[in-house]
């Protein structure tokens, strides 16, 4: 790859010595958190994938709506110490990437048979033949997530990244009663709105900053909250990032505290040199409601 993409691995056996970690291990590393394209390699159980790969695709895919796995690239290896190359499991696999709309590599295909041959007692891989194959695969599918996921970050990506840690701290000490934190990142001047989860909505930069001073009066020291960031980008002079806030907060006239969950999107612009927020959008989300009868 051009630049350095995060490549979680999904290894289908669990088995000590299995076959397919063992071709996992000799061209790949695993980190499956803040993964830009996953690589599968699987072997083939009753000619489909094992039930443990299948429950952490569920669990990676769920609570509805929030995947971890949509829309990133994915790469197939399937591995066995039969004939067929374990095909049952590696098409099974692509048959739940239409669901969770995954981007599979199409070509090169990687079925690799007679796993059990393939190893010498330190698990490296002995033919020189099958390295050669790894290695083609490998580069195509590094490719691959370049042409889906794009290239590394840009300067301004990693800007805004840095600058989300402090929007978290600033998250906390709003929720204590604290605005002179946030007063620091809210724009000043021109075009700006606020749609707070109370209802209603303020426009322009003055009447939101004027609105965020006014509702930190409601909140006690001793709040709690943190930012589940789903997407986040920034390019040039603009940044925004969507996701959910969980918050629990101590009111003023109130003794027990108050838990809430919150919808967000925030929109930054670039003000002088540093991120200024000029757009932030919360309502409440809504708890399922558990089906009786």
Known sequence: MAGKHKVA?????????????KVANARFRAEMKASQAVLFVTPEYNRSI????????????????????DGKPAGVVSVTPHQLGAFGANHALRQTFVFLNMLVMQQPEAYVPNAGELFDDKGQLKAADTREFLASFMKAFGSWVEKIAGGPPSEESRDFEAFMKRRSDIARAYV????????????????????????????GAEAVAARYDKDVAVFRPGGESTLDIIHSAASDDLAFWVGLQTAKVKMQGQEQPVSMKLRITELFRRIGGEWKMIHRHADPLAEKQERRG
Request: aromatic content about 8%; hydrophobic content about 40%; glycine content about 14%.
């Open 9 to 21: 691995v999904l290894v289908g056996s669990l088995r000590k010595d299995a076959f397919s970690r």
């Open 176 to 203: 204590s009663g604290d605005a002179a934190p946030l007063d620091q990142v809210v724009a000043r001047s021109g075009a700006a709105s606020f749609f707070p989860p109370v209802g209603g909505f303020e426009r």
């Open 50 to 69: 094992p039930g443990g790969l299948k429950n952490a695709v569920d669990v990676a895919s769920r609570p509805y709506g929030q995947s971890t796995l």
